[in-house]
C-alpha cells in the first residue's frame, strides 16, 4: 500500500490565546492525485483546517497528527511547508501594496527554488516561465506589473491565485472558498485554471460552502464539516444531496 | 604599598593632564579636549585657512556660548558634555590603520557581505592601508580630470577655501548662517572638513558626483561642511553617504549641508545614512544633528532631497528648501527606519517666498523594536508667494506594538491664493500579510523586507539607480530581527 499523500487522524484545534475548540476530532486521508471537497456551513472550521495545514500561528493543535509524504507535517514552519509543496488559494487573498505582482512571484518562486536547493531563475528565465503560465490564465501583462491584489476585482484576485498555483506547481493545494466573491463567469475561468492544474502527482482540498462550484470543479470525494467534525463522507453525489436538503438536515441526522 | 599606589596615581594624573591639557601645538595630531576660542583657532590653523575664515568660525562660537541647546525634538539623550570631546583629529596614518580584513571586526565583515560590497572596497571601507589595497587615488584622478574639463570644481571643504576663497567667501553661510540654530552654529565654529562643488552657468555635471569617490572621501569627521553652488541653467546630482555601516569614534555628529540654485538651476541631492545606531541596548550609538538646506535662488531653479536614514542612534535633520526664486520647486523624499532602541526626529521645511512656487513632500517612516520615529515637517507660504503649491504625504508602517510613529506636520498660509495638500496613514506591518507571504515560501524576515521595500517604493524610485539598489538591501538588514 503506498503512503497517502495527507493523513490527517483525530485532530484537535484551539485557537491561541482563547482555548476555544474548534476543530474536534478530525480525520482525513487525501491519497495522490485526488481532489477531495469540504463542504459545510458557516463556522463549521473548514478555514480553520486549511490554515492549520498552512502553518498559521494563530492556532493550537491539542492532540492528533497531521502525516503529509508520510512525515509530521507540523514540524515544518510555514514557509517550508510551502517550499514542501503545500499551496494554499486564500479566500481573501492579501493586498501588498508597493509590490508588484511580477516582483512578488519571482521572489516567492526563489525563495522556494532555494529552501529545495534548486537554482534561482534570473529575472530571463523567470520572465519566460510567468509569460506562459499568466496566458493561460487569462492573466494581463498589465496585471503583473501592478501591486498584488491592490484595487483587483474579485476575479482578478483568484486568477493571480491560480497563476500562483500553477508556478509553484504544489504537491497538495488547498482551494478556501476560491467561489466566493465570484460571477459565475468569473467562476468559470478559474475553475477551469484549476482543472488544468490537476495531475497523477498532485492532490487538491477544494473547501466551500455551496455545491455550485463543485459543478466546475468535479471532486472525487465530499466531506461533510459541521461543529468541528468530519459528519458525513462519500462521492460527488453527496454534494448534490447537501444542495437539496441543506446542511441542517444532514447535521441532524448524524446527530 | 599604599605609598606606591599614590605615587603611580600623582604620575597617572600628571601624565593625563599634560596629555589632556591645554596645547596649541599645531603639530600635534589631536586638538586638545574641550571647546574654546584656541579650540577653534588651533582648527583654523591646521588648516591653514584666511584669516577672514578664522574670524567668522570665531564669531560662530561666542554666539555658540550664549544658545541653547534645543529640547523640543521628540527625542531623548543623555545631555551632552561639550568640553569632554575631541575637536579635531587629523585621519588616522596608515599605521594606525588595519593591516588586512582579518583584523576588522567580522560583524561588520558580515553586513558589507550581506550588502554585496566588493573585497576591495570592503577594505576600504573597513579602513584597511589604502596603498595597500588598490591604487583609488588614479581612479579619482581620472574622474577629476572629467570634471575640470567640464569646468566643474569638485574638492575638499578645506582645499576650497584655499584654493577658491572667493567663491566660499560668497556663499558660505547664506543659506544656513552661523546664527541658525544651537547645531549649525556649532559646526560653523568647528567644522572639520566636507565637500565643495561648483557648477558653472550652463554645465550639465558629466557624472553623479561622490558615487565614484565616496570611498576616498573618508575622515571628514564629525562636523562635516558642505557647499554646493549651482550657476544659471546647470544641474548636479550629488550622492552623499555610504550603504556600508561606518564605524566612527565620535559618537556627537553635527554637520551642515548648503545648497544654492541660481536662475534655471538643478540640483538633486541624495542621501543613505547608515551611521552606527548603537547596540540592541542602544549603547554607543551616534548622535547625529544635521541641519541641510537648499536655497532655490533663482527663478526656474529645483532642488530635490532624497534621503534614506537608517543608522544612528538619535537622528534630528530637517532638509529643507527656501523657494525664494519665482517657478522654483523643491522636493523631499524619505524613508526613514528605526529599530531596536533608535530615535528619529526629521522631516522638511518648505519656505514658499516666490511667485507659484510648488513643493512635494513624501515621507515614509518606519518603526519597529522599542524605536520612535516623528516625522516633523513645515509647509510656509509667505505673503507675496502668489499660487503656491504644496503636496505632502507622511506615511507610516509599525512593525510590532513597541515602537511608536508621530506625524508632526506644521502649515502656515499668508496667501489666500495658496494650494495645500496633506495626506497621512498609520499601518501595521499586518500579520495577514505576513503570514500570505510566507504561505508563499519566504521566511519571516524575507517577507518583512519584501513588504517594507513596497511600502518605501514610491521613494526608492527617486533614488538613483545603484543607490536604489543598495537601499533596498541596506532596509533589509536594518530590520532583521525585528519579528517574531
Known amino acids: ?255 | 604599598m599604599a605609598a606606591t599606589r599614590e605615587t603611580v596615581e600623582a604620575v597617572d594624573q600628571a601624565v593625563g593632564k599634560y596629555k589632556y591639557g591645554f596645547s596649541t601645538d599645531i603639530e600635534s595630531d589631536k586638538a586638545p579636549k574641550g571647546l574654546n576660542e584656541d579650540t577653534v583657532r588651533f582648527i583654523s590653523a591646521k588648516k591653514n585657512e584666511p584669516a577672514w575664515l578664522l574670524e567668522w568660525r570665531l564669531d560662530a562660537f561666542r554666539r555658540w556660548l550664549t544658545m541653547e541647546e534645543p529640547e523640543w525634538a521628540k527625542v531623548h539623550y543623555p545631555k551632552i558634555d561639550y568640553q569632554d570631546a575631541y575637536y579635531y583629529a587629523a585621519p588616522k596614518t596608515d599605521a594606525d590603520r588595519p593591516k588586512s580584513l582579518d583584523e576588522v571586526d567580522p560583524k561588520l565583515l558580515e553586513t558589507y557581505n550581506k550588502l554585496g560590497i566588493p573585497l576591495v572596497e570592503q577594505m576600504a571601507l573597513a579602513g584597511v592601508a589604502v596603498d595597500a589595497v588598490f591604487d583609488s587615488v588614479s581612479v579619482a584622478t581620472t574622474f577629476k580630470a572629467k570634471l575640470k574639463e567640464a569646468g566643474v570644481i569638485f574638492c575638499s571643504f578645506s582645499e576650497a577655501a584655499q584654493e577658491y576663497p572667493d567663491l566660499v567667501k560668497q556663499y558660505l553661510g547664506t543659506v544656513v548662517p552661523p546664527s541658525d540654530n544651537y547645531f549649525a552654529t556649532l559646526n560653523s565654529a568647528v567644522f572639520s572638513d566636507g565637500s565643495f562643488v561648483f557648477v558653472p552657468k550652463g554645465v550639465r555635471c558629466p557624472m553623479e558626483l561622490s558615487t565614484y569617490f565616496r570611498i576616498n572621501e573618508k575622515d571628514t569627521g564629525q562636523f562635516e561642511r558642505t557647499l554646493i553652488i549651482v550657476e544659471e541653467g546647470a544641474y548636479v546630482s550629488y550622492l552623499e553617504g555610504c550603504t556600508a555601516p561606518m564605524r566612527d569614534e565620535n559618537q556627537l555628529h553635527a554637520a551642515v549641508v548648503e545648497l544654492v540654485a541660481l536662475d534655471d538651476a538643478e540640483i538633486k541631492y541624495s542621501t543613505v545614512q547608515n551611521w552606527y545606531p548603537g547596540d540592541e541596548e542602544g549603547r554607543g550609538g551616534i548622535f547625529n544633528f544635521v541641519t541641510k538646506r537648499g536655497d532655490c535662488r533663482g527663478v526656474n531653479s529645483k532642488i530635490s532631497w532624497t534621503q534614506v536614514e537608517t543608522g544612528s542612534a538619535v537622528t534630528w535633520k530637517y532638509p529643507s528648501c527656501i523657494l525664494r526664486g519665482d517657478n522654483s520647486v523643491g522636493e523631499f523624499y524619505s524613508i526613514a527606519i528605526s529599530n531596536n532602541l533608535q530615535q528619529v526626529d526629521s522631516g522638511t521645511k518648505m519656505i514658499h517666498l516666490g511667485k507659484n512656487t510648488s513643493s512635494r513632500i513624501i515621507s515614509k517612516g518606519i518603526s519597529a523594536g522599542h524605536s520612535s520615529s516623528t516625522y516633523r515637517g513645515l509647509v510656509s507660504v509667505h505673503k507675496k508667494a502668489e499660487g503656491a503649491r504644496n503636496f505632502t504625504q507622511c506615511d507610516s508602517l509599525l512593525i510590532g506594538d513597541k515602537c511608536s510613529a508621530h506625524t508632526v506636520p506644521y502649515i502656515e498660509s499668508k496667501n489666500p491664493s495658496a494650494i495645500l495638500e496633506h495626506e497621512a496613514t498609520t499601518s501595521k506591518l499586518s500579520d495577514d500579510q505576513l503570514f500570505y507571504c510566507m504561505q508563499r515560501g519566504l521566511n519571516a524576515e524575507e517577507a518583512v523586507a519584501l513588504l517594507v521595500n513596497g511600502f518605501c517604493r514610491d521613494v526608492l524610485q527617486k533614488l538613483p539607480m545603484e543607490f536604489a539598489v543598495e537601499s533596498q538591501k541596506l532596509i533589509n538588514i536594518s530590520l532583521e530581527g525585528s519579528v517574531g
Open chain 1, 1 to 255: 500500500m503506498t503512503t497517502p499523500l495527507l493523513e490527517i487522524r483525530d485532530l484537535h484545534v484551539i485557537i491561541k490565546g482563547e482555548g476555544k475548540e474548534i476543530l474536534k476530532g478530525i480525520s482525513l486521508t487525501v491519497p495522490e492525485g485526488e481532489v477531495h471537497a469540504i463542504m459545510g456551513p458557516n463556522g463549521s472550521g473548514k478555514s480553520t483546517l486549511s490554515n492549520v495545514l498552512a502553518g498559521r500561528e494563530d492556532y493550537e493543535i491539542t492532540s492528533g497528527t497531521i502525516l503529509y509524504k508520510g512525515k509530521d507535517l507540523t514540524e515544518l514552519a510555514i514557509e517550508e511547508r510551502a517550499a514542501a509543496g503545500i499551496f494554499l488559494a486564500f479566500q481573501y487573498p492579501t493586498e501588498i501594496p508597493g509590490v508588484t505582482t511580477m516582483t512578488f512571484l519571482k521572489t516567492a518562486v526563489n525563495a522556494q527554488r532555494k529552501a529545495r536547493g534548486e537554482a534561482e531563475l534570473n529575472a530571463v528565465e523567470f520572465l519566460k516561465l510567468v509569460r506562459g503560465k499568466a496566458k493561460a490564465l487569462n492573466v494581463s501583462e498589465d496585471m503583473l506589473k501592478r501591486p498584488l491584489n491592490v484595487g483587483f476585482s474579485g476575479g482578478e484576485k483568484k486568477r493571480a491565485e491560480t497563476l500562483q498555483m500553477s508556478l509553484f506547481e504544489p504537491s497538495l493545494a488547498v482551494l478556501d472558498e476560491t467561489d466566493s466573491g465570484l460571477d459565475i463567469d468569473a467562476l468559470k475561468v478559474v475553475a477551469e485554471g484549476v482543472n488544468a492544474l490537476r495531475a497523477a502527482n498532485r492532490s487538491m482540498i477544494v473547501i466551500t460552502h455551496y455545491q455550485r462550484l463543485l459543478d466546475y470543479i468535479v471532486p472525487d470525494h465530499v466531506h461533510v464539516l459541521a461543529h468541528g467534525r468530519i459528519i458525513r463522507s462519500g462521492g460527488k453525489e453527496l454534494a448534490l444531496e447537501l444542495e437539496r436538503t441543506g446542511y441542517a438536515d444532514i447535521g441532524e441526522s448524524a446527530a
